[in-house]
């Protein structure tokens, strides 16, 4: 199984500020099936990025993924009010697929 | 309107059954791989099982459900579903389907349904 490490677990910021998450894997993973996911309380998950940088039908380019191998990465460029909230990365190139354990984006 | 509506969760005694719903509008459960996806109160995301694309229709299943949960889907009703069995007090989840676009991510979720396993 391939497991995902999100960091930080928590990330502290300002609207305006940009934000930088991280995912790593703990083995080589094709960035094909990399994806990024935003969870709002009492909400489903919204697909944000997928083949590791590819925006999902209605994200703003404020988003943006990059990464490859073993290391990825979620980048907003500048915070909205809107956007404090729970991130996920997935990985979906076989079963058994995997999520990381998430990163809190909380308001500072 | 592409989406997808979960049914069937509830309060259910450990060791007991439950099968829980989910039906598409606006695309084929036949034509796409649809997932469950479940998420314990305050923890993160745990992937437990896929259906295939086609007639075939292969399954796969996270090895915490293997042997106890089997996922199916009916193509005349555009439904997809979830048979638990042998429930347990951490299967205590909130259950959602999500659609998979081959290698274009989980596009579609639904509202989710809450299952509690508690005496």
């Known amino acids: 199984e391939i497991v995902l490490t999100q960091s930080p677990g928590t990330l502290s910021l300002s609207p305006g500020e940009r934000a930088t998450l991280s995912c790593r894997a703990s083995?080589?993973?094709?960035?094909?099936?990399f994806a990024w996911y935003q969870q709002k309380p009492g909400q489903a998950p919204r697909l944000l990025i997928y083949g590791a940088s590819s925006r999902a039908t209605g994200i703003p380019d404020r988003f943006s993924g990059s990464g490859s191998g073993t290391d990825f990465t979620l980048t907003i460029a500048r915070l909205e009010p809107e956007d404090f909230a729970v991130y996920f990365c997935?990985?979906?190139?076989?079963?058994?697929?995997?999520f990381g354990q998430g990163t809190k984006l909380e308001i500072k | 309107e592409v989406q997808l509506v979960e049914s069937g969760g509830g309060l259910i005694q450990p060791g007991g059954s439950l099968r829980l719903s989910c039906t598409a509008s606006?695309?084929?459960?036949?034509?796409?791989?649809i997932n469950w996806v479940r998420q314990a109160p305050g923890k993160g995301l745990e992937w437990i099982s896929v259906i295939y694309s086609g007639g075939g229709g292969s399954t796969y299943y996270a090895d915490s459900v293997k042997g106890r949960f089997a996922i199916s889907r009916d193509d005349s009703t555009n439904t997809l579903f979830l048979q638990m069995n042998s429930l347990r007090a951490e299967d205590t989840a909130m259950y959602y389907c999500?659609?998979?676009?081959?290698?274009?991510?989980?596009?579609?979720w639904g509202q989710g349904t809450m299952v509690t396993v508690s005496s």
């Open positions: 997935q990985q979906y190139g076989g079963s058994p697929y995997t």
């Open positions: 606006g695309f084929s459960v036949r034509n796409n791989y």
């Open positions: 083995q080589s993973i094709s960035s094909t099936y």
């Open positions: 999500a659609r998979e676009k081959t290698s274009d991510g989980f596009d579609i």
